[in-house]
Structures are given as C-alpha cells and as structure tokens.
C-alpha cells in the first residue's frame, strides 16, 4: 500500500528561522515520483517540486531545498531565512510508476511570524 | 489565460439540491481529476478520467457522478446534497500520470451546504 506522512501538524516559526517540513512515504514500487505542493491562504495548490526514486540528488532552489533518502523513504523540505510569505500549507505526495494516483500527505500548516 | 479553471468559486447551497461544478484545462492533458479537500485540509482524490474513460472512482457516495464530455472537460454532479458534502473541490489535471507528470489543479470550488 502507497501511504504519506506529514507528521508535523503545525509549525511556528520567526520570520529568518529556518524550517524542515517532513515527509515520510510508503511504497513497495522501485519506481515512483514525489512532490511537494504549497497551498498558500488564497487556497490555490502551488506545485514546487518533483523528484523521481533514481534521482536522489538534493536540490536548491533560492531559499527552499530539498533531502531525498530513499534510506530512510524521506523527501524532506527546507526553507531557509523564512518570510512571512512562506505562511502556507504544504503538502507531500507520492505517484507510483504506472498509476494514476496521487496521494497526498495531510499537510503542515506553516506559520511565519514576522 | 488559466491552465486549469473550475466554476464557480463559491456555491451555497441547500440540503437536497442538486448541483455541478464545471472544470476545463487548456493545457492539452489527457487526464483530469476531481480531489476534495476537506475542513482539515485533508486532499482525498475521487474520480480521474483519461481521455474521456473513467478509470479512478474511489469510494465516493453514487450522489456524485463525474462527467467528461470531452477530454478538456470534466465536470461533477452532486444530487440530494448533505451538510458532510461542505467542502472545497479542486479539478486538477496532467500529462501522462505513470510518467511522474505534475499536477496542475484549479482554484477550487468551496461549497456550502446548509
């Protein structure tokens, strides 16, 4: 069974702080792919990421960065120096090779207090 | 223009009506999709259509019943709405899935039941 855990409900942060937002996932498949989505509070899904399970190469981009280890079936989402903007929902999902399926952790609520 | 757009944004509604919601993409995907996302912020996908073919219906009350007259449109009927359908609904829609393609979702529909 395919499953995503986002076990941090909720996290506060100072605006400058930085942030790790979990994500733990479960999949018996070799091949499958992982996201990060931001759903800011106007509601819309923001896409941010994709990975696949043979590229396990970290990425940077500006001040978000993201751990993949497929060790410890973790895709870990950092944000650096948060803002107030960063105050957002975020959600990890996972696609297995072949499927149709998306599914979606139960998000971390963000906050950044300025 | 929007890649992904779902109407209306808000609908309010009383227990027992009927009511749809109407999505189109104009991205050129082959698949869409119906997530609902509820108070909690919890996203459960319900319904995915690839070129016009059904092919995920998870376990959703038969009251919804998805329509895809083409493959840029995916529309969803509720009947004999209940106060549990509150929620917000988001279309969404990509490439190939299997081949890890993104998501791309609409804005989202909040229906009210009252």
């Known amino acids: 069974a395919q499953k995503v855990t986002q076990a941090q409900t909720e996290i506060s942060v100072v605006e400058k702080e930085d942030v790790t937002l979990d994500c733990v996932y479960e999949?018996?498949?070799?091949?499958?792919?992982l996201f990060w989505y931001k759903q800011p509070p106007s509601g819309e899904l923001v896409f941010l990421i994709r990975?696949?399970?043979?590229?396990?190469q970290n990425e940077i981009s500006g001040r978000y960065s993201w751990n993949f280890q497929k060790s410890t079936s973790s895709f870990n989402f950092t944000i650096t120096a948060s803002q107030v903007v960063d105050s957002a929902v975020y959600f990890c999902?996972?696609?297995?090779?072949?499927?149709?399926?998306?599914?979606f952790g139960t998000g971390t609520r963000l906050k950044v207090l300025a | 223009d929007t890649a992904v757009s779902q109407t209306p944004k808000y609908l309010v509604t009383q227990m027992g009506n009927d009511k749809s919601i109407k999505c189109e993409q104009n991205?050129?995907?082959?698949?869409m999709y119906w997530y609902k996302q509820d108070s909690k912020k919890f996203l459960k996908i319900m319904f995915s259509?690839?070129?016009?073919?059904?092919?995920i219906n998870e376990t959703v009350p038969n009251r919804f019943s998805p329509k895809s007259p083409d493959k840029a449109h995916l529309n969803l009927h509720i009947n004999s709405l209940e106060l549990g359908d509150s929620a917000v609904y988001f279309c969404?829609?990509?490439?190939?899935?299997?081949?890890?393609?993104?998501?791309?979702f609409g804005s989202g529909t909040q229906l009210s039941v009252l």
């Open positions: 969404a829609s990509s490439h190939v899935p299997g081949l890890g393609e993104k998501l791309f």
């Open positions: 999949t018996r498949d070799t091949t499958y792919y």
């Open positions: 990975r696949n399970s043979f590229d396990e």
């Open positions: 999902a996972l696609l297995t090779s072949g499927t149709y399926k998306y599914i």
């Open positions: 991205l050129g995907h082959d698949t």
């Open positions: 259509y690839n070129n016009k073919e059904l092919i």
